[in-house]
């Protein structure tokens, strides 16, 4: 059993900033991508920033600018760094991994987190 256990969540001002954390733990043999996910109450999930595992990072159009995605692969960890902040990013963010239990790229197995809220609010 993998597990992606988040933290860093809770409530900001408009223009304020939080850094979101996604730690993986258990035993595999390494994690692949790794992304941040929101889902807003009646919105559809959607992602916001990824990761490969060299670090080449791609964003969402509505947070480039705003937010970095890194990660440090020696604690397998995946962070999120979220700059002035609108009410707009208000949402439930999740934490998801590609994960592979042996040196076959073939073989990937995905997990997602718990979830953190973020609520953007004056």
């Known amino acids: 059993q993998v597990q992606l256990v988040e933290s860093g969540g809770g409530l900001v001002q408009p223009g304020g900033s939080l850094r979101l954390s996604c730690v993986a733990s258990g035993i595999f043999f390494s994690i692949s991508d790794m992304a941040w996910y929101r889902q807003a109450p009646g919105n559809q999930r959607e992602l916001v920033a990824s990761?490969?595992?060299?670090?080449?990072?791609n964003y969402a159009d509505s947070v480039k600018g705003r937010f970095a995605i890194s990660r440090d692969n020696a604690k397998n960890t995946v962070y999120l760094q979220m700059n002035s902040l609108e009410p707009e990013d208000t949402a439930l963010y999740y934490c998801?991994?590609?994960?592979?239990?042996?040196?076959?790229?073939?073989?990937?197995?995905?997990?997602w987190g718990q979830g953190t809220q973020v609520t953007v609010s004056s």
């Open positions: 998801w991994a590609a994960v592979s239990f042996t040196r076959n790229p073939a073989s990937l197995y995905q997990y």
């Open positions: 990761i490969t595992s060299g670090g080449m990072p």
